[in-house]
């Protein structure tokens, strides 16, 4: 999460709008080509909404993108208001997690890890908190660390 980026008010009305602000945001240290990011992820949103529920989205590209600064990174946005992101359960976005990797295993790593946080009420709740980088980045790394225990057991 720390490779990425977080980004706070992120502006629009709709789909589109989001991503395009979300996008332009995103340091040039992590994604030179914003352009065709943006391209990508509306192209995968026209398939199958990402919105998975529970005011959560996970926007990414159908391929790896080469041009990563990084293996991964997952930019996280706080939305400045919420969305009708079509998700699957109707209730509108409040927050996307922008997937980018390199490559397909590094992708399904970062979503299995992902999806394990968002499955957690009391994680939603404390994300609708907005809350500030520091809290934030603790309370993943707790969740990484729950993640981790569970694997092993």
């Known amino acids: 999460m720390q490779r990425g980026a977080l980004l706070y008010d992120i502006k629009g009305q709709t789909?589109?709008?989001?991503?395009?602000?979300?996008?332009?945001?995103?340091?040039?240290?992590?994604?030179?080509?914003?352009e065709k990011l943006l391209s990508a992820l509306i192209e995968r949103e026209s398939i199958a909404s990402t919105g998975i529920g529970n005011g959560v989205a996970i926007p990414h590209p159908r391929t790896p993108i080469s041009e990563?600064?990084?293996?991964?990174?997952?930019?996280?946005?706080f939305l400045e208001k919420p969305v009708n992101y079509g998700a699957v359960d109707n209730k509108h976005v409040f927050i996307l997690?922008?997937?980018?990797?390199?490559?397909?295993?590094?992708?399904?790593?970062?979503l299995s890890r992902l999806?394990?946080?968002v499955r957690n009420?009391?994680?939603?709740?404390?994300?609708?908190?907005?809350?500030?980088?520091?809290?934030?980045?603790?309370?993943?790394?707790?969740?990484?660390?729950?993640?981790?225990?569970?694997?092993?057991l």
């Open 15 to 34: 789909v589109n709008e989001v991503l395009k602000y979300a996008t332009d945001n995103i340091p040039d240290s992590l994604i030179k080509n914003k």
């Open 68 to 77: 990563l600064e990084n293996n991964s990174a997952i930019i996280t946005c």
């Open 97 to 110: 997690f922008i997937l980018l990797s390199k490559s397909v295993k590094t992708h399904l790593h970062l």
């Open 115 to 117: 999806s394990f946080c």
């Open 121 to 152: 009420k009391q994680f939603i709740d404390f994300l609708k908190t907005y809350p500030a980088p520091d809290q934030f980045y603790a309370k993943i790394s707790d969740y990484e660390g729950e993640f981790d225990r569970s694997e092993n």
